[in-house]
C-alpha cells in the first residue's frame, strides 16, 4: 500500500488511557444519544476509537443499497485521505467482511504503519466494517494485542446498534448495549474457551436476572459440548446433568436444523425435559440458539430460573442470544495455537531467559543429530538348529503316547506305539507258511524240494517284512533332543493315516533364532550385523548372535508381512529352550538420533499422503 498523510493528535500518546473499558457502554451511549443523525453518531463512534486505540485514521464502511459493502465510507476521521489509499483500504474491508475476522496488513514496504480491519457483524444483516490505521512503533507493538481486543469491543457494539436500530430513540436499547459491552469487556480477560463461556453466562444470568445460564458449543463431530455454567468455575464433566444438558441441546439443534425453531419445550423430548428439570430443581426452562456472523449454528444457551420469567425477559435473552453466538465465535477464531503462544511467551522474555531457551534448543538439536546405530526391532522365535518329524508309519489305530511336550529324550527311546495286532496275525500265518515250507524243503522229491524252497523264501519274506513293521509300529526319536510338538493324546485311539506327521524332536545341542524383519525393515537389515536377543524367561539377560541369513521372500505372520531372518547363537545361549518367543533388536546402519526416533512416523506419514 502506499502511505496515508493523516495528522495525529496530541491526545494518542497512550493507549486506552482517555477512556475506561468498564465505562465503554456509557460512552458508546453518549456518542450515539448527543449525536443529530446517524451520520454524526458512527462519526462520534470514529472519534472514539481514535483515542482508544492509537490511531491515526479511522474509516467507517457501511452497507450500500444493494446489501453490500459500499466503497463510500459513512466517516473518515480525519478526512484527508486521497482516493487511491482508500481504495487499497477497502479492498482489506471487504476481506475481513467476507471472513468475519479482523485482518492486520502493513501499510507499506516504506512505512511501519499498520492496518487493521475488523468486521462490524449485524444480526441477519449484511456486515460493515470498521478501518484504522496506527503506527507499529516499540510502543503501540507491544500493546498490539490490547488494540485488536478493543477494537474488537467497538466493533461488536457497532454492530448491535447498526443491526437493530434505524432511528436515534435509542435509550432502551443502549442500556442493553452498555451491560452488553461490560459483559464483554469482562469476557475478555479470560484465558481459555471454558472461562470466556463461563463468564458470559455469568454476565447474562445478571442481566436478564435468572437463576442460572448454561452454554454448550459444537466440537469436530456436531455435538454439544457444555462449556460454560453461571455460578460455576468446575463443575464435572460426567456428571449426570451435564449429559442431559448435551443431550438436549443436541436434540434442540437437531429439530432446529430440520425443522423449525419453535419453543425450546415444543422441540424437545418432554420426558428428557422433565428430567433436567428435576436435575436441575427448576421450573422453568428456556433456550435460544447460538450463531456465528455467517448464521452457522455452532451451540445452545439454555437458561433456568425457578420462578417465572420476567416481562421484559424474552426480548433480552433473544437479543444477547443473537450477539453472544458471534462472540464466542470470534474468541475462539482468535485464540493463538499453542505454538504460537509459545512464541509469543519467547519474544515477551527477557534476554537471559530467551538464551537459556535457545541454549536446551541447541543441545537437543545436537544431541538429535548424534549418529547412533539405527536398531531395528522385530519378534523372535528360539529354534533347534536340528529339527526331526516323526510321522506314522503305518495305517493303524495309535495305541498309547509315552512323552509330553517339552520332555527330554535320547537316541532310541520310545516315543509312543500303535495298535499292530492285524501284523501280529499276518506274521503268525507267515511263520506257518514258513514252517510248512520248510518241511517240502526237505522232501525227498526234486520237485517238491524245489517247489519248498521258493515257498519258503516268499514266507521267510513276508515274516521278515512284518516283524519290521511292527517293530516300527514303536516310534522311537531318532537324535537327542527335546518334543517340541503340541500334546497328542486327543489322537489315542482314533485311526492315524500312513504319513501323519505326529511328533517333533529337536536338538539340544545347538539352537538358532528366527527374526520376523517388517517388510519396511528389511531394507536396513544387513547380514553380519549384531543381534541382541530378550525372552521373558531369561530376564535382564541380553544374548547376542549374528544375523546368518535372510529368506529372499517374504511371509504372512500375525496378518504383517515379515522376511524371516536367521541367527547363529554364541556359546552364551546355552539357557535357551526350543519354543521361546522373545524381541530381538538389529544394528542396522549409524543414522542420526532424530532420524531413529521419528523415522517410522514420518514414513507413514509420507505413505498416508501418497508420497
Not at 110 to 134: Q, Y
Not at 265 to 285: G, I, K, N, S
Amino acid at each position: 500500500m502506499a502511505s496515508v498523510e493523516t495528522k495525529r493528535s496530541p491526545s494518542h500518546s497512550k493507549i486506552g488511557n482517555e477512556i475506561d473499558l468498564r465505562q465503554l457502554g456509557r460512552f458508546l451511549h453518549n456518542a450515539v444519544v448527543n449525536s443529530g443523525s446517524e451520520t454524526m453518531a458512527v462519526a462520534g463512534l470514529a472519534d472514539l476509537v481514535q483515542p482508544l486505540c492509537h490511531a491515526n485514521l479511522v474509516v467507517y464502511f457501511p452497507e450500500d443499497s444493494t446489501g453490500e459493502l459500499s466503497a463510500e465510507p459513512l466517516t473518515c476521521r480525519p478526512q484527508s485521505v486521497a482516493a487511491p489509499h482508500l481504495d487499497q483500504l477497502y479492498r482489506l474491508a471487504l476481506y475481513a467482511a467476507s471472513e468475519s475476522t479482523v485482518q492486520i496488513a502493513k501499510l507499506d514496504s516504506e512505512s511501519d504503519a499498520v492496518v487493521v480491519a475488523a468486521p462490524v457483524l449485524r444480526h441477519r444483516k449484511p456486515t460493515e466494517c470498521l478501518v484504522m490505521v496506527l503506527d507499529h512503533g516499540p510502543e503501540t507493538g507491544k500493546l498490539l494485542p490490547v488494540v485488536i481486543q478493543n477494537v474488537q469491543l467497538l466493533a461488536a457494539s457497532m454492530g448491535h446498534w447498526r443491526g437493530k436500530l434505524n432511528s436515534l430513540d435509542v435509550e432502551a436499547s443502549l442500556q442493553t448495549l452498555s451491560e452488553w459491552n461490560t459483559l464483554l469487556v469482562h469476557a475478555a480477560a479470560a484465558d481459555n474457551l471454558n472461562e470466556y463461556c463461563r463468564r458470559i453466562s455469568n454476565g447474562l444470568r445478571n442481566s436478564m436476572h435468572v437463576d442460572n445460564v448454561f452454554i454448550g458449543l459444537r466440537n469436530n463431530r456436531n455435538h454439544c459440548v457444555l462449556r460454560g455454567v453461571s455460578s460455576a468455575t468446575n463443575f464435572d464433566t460426567q456428571a449426570e446433568f451435564v449429559r442431559m444438558c448435551e443431550s438436549l441441546m443436541d436434540e434442540y439443534l437437531f429439530r432446529i436444523e430440520n425443522e423449525s425453531e419453535d419453543e425450546f419445550r415444543e422441540l424437545c423430548d418432554p420426558e428428557a425435559f422433565q428430567r433436567l428439570q428435576v436435575a436441575l430443581r427448576t421450573h422453568f426452562l428456556d433456550a435460544q440458539p447460538l450463531r456465528n456472523a455467517k448464521h452457522h449454528l455452532v451451540g445452545v444457551c439454555i437458561v433456568a430460573n425457578e420462578a417465572p420469567f420476567s416481562s421484559d425477559y424474552a426480548a433480552k435473552f433473544q437479543e444477547y442470544a443473537a450477539q453472544a453466538g458471534t462472540q464466542i465465535d470470534l474468541f475462539q477464531a482468535s485464540r493463538p495455537s499453542p505454538l504460537r503462544r509459545n512464541w509469543q511467551k519467547f519474544c515477551q522474555a527477557n534476554v537471559r531467559q530467551r538464551r537459556v531457551v535457545l541454549g536446551i534448543a541447541a543441545a537437543i538439536a545436537a544431541i538429535l543429530l548424534v549418529p547412533v546405530p539405527a536398531r531395528i526391532s522385530c519378534d523372535c522365535t528360539v529354534e533347534p538348529m536340528v529339527r526331526r518329524i516323526i510321522a506314522a508309519p503305518l495305517r493303524s489305530p495309535l495305541m498309547e503316547i509315552l512323552v509330553e511336550p517339552g520332555q527330554h529324550v535320547t537316541i532310541g527311546q520310545d516315543l509312543a506305539t500303535m495298535d499292530t495286532s492285524e501284523l501280529e496275525n499276518k506274521l503268525a500265518s507267515a511263520l506257518q507258511r514258513r514252517l510248512t515250507a520248510q518241511a517240502k524243503a526237505g522232501s525227498n522229491l526234486p520237485g517238491e524240494r524245489t517247489a519248498g524252497r521258493a515257498e519258503w523264501d516268499v514266507a521267510n519274506f513276508e515274516v521278515e517284512l512284518y516283524e519290521k513293521k511292527i517293530y516300527d509300529a514303536t516310534l522311537r526319536s531318532s537324535i537327542d533332543g527335546v518334543i517340541m510338538s503340541d500334546d497328542i493324546r486327543h489322537l489315542q485311539g482314533s485311526m492315524i493315516e500312513l504319513g501323519k506327521p505326529l511328533l517333533e524332536v529337536g536338538s539340544a545341542d545347538g539352537m538358532r533364532v528366527e527374526v520376523a524383519i517388517d517388510d519396511e525393515d528389511v531394507h536396513y537389515a544387513q547380514v553380519g550385523r549384531d543381534v541382541y536377543i530378550k525372552v521373558p524367561s531369561l530376564p535382564g539377560t541380553t544374548i547376542r548372535g549374528k544375523l546368518h541369513r535372510i529368506h529372499d521372500r517374504s511371509e504372512k505372520q500375525r496378518d504383517e508381512n515379515v522376511f524371516v531372518g536367521e541367527v547363529v547363537l554364541d556359546d552364551t545361549a546355552s539357557d535357551l529352550r526350543p519354543g521361546l518367543a522373545g524381541k530381538a533388536k538389529i544394528d542396522g546402519p549409524r543414522r542420526p538420533l532424530a532420524w531413529t526416533l521419528f523415522r517410522k512416523a514420518a514414513s507413514q506419514l509420507l505413505y498416508r499422503i501418497g508420497w
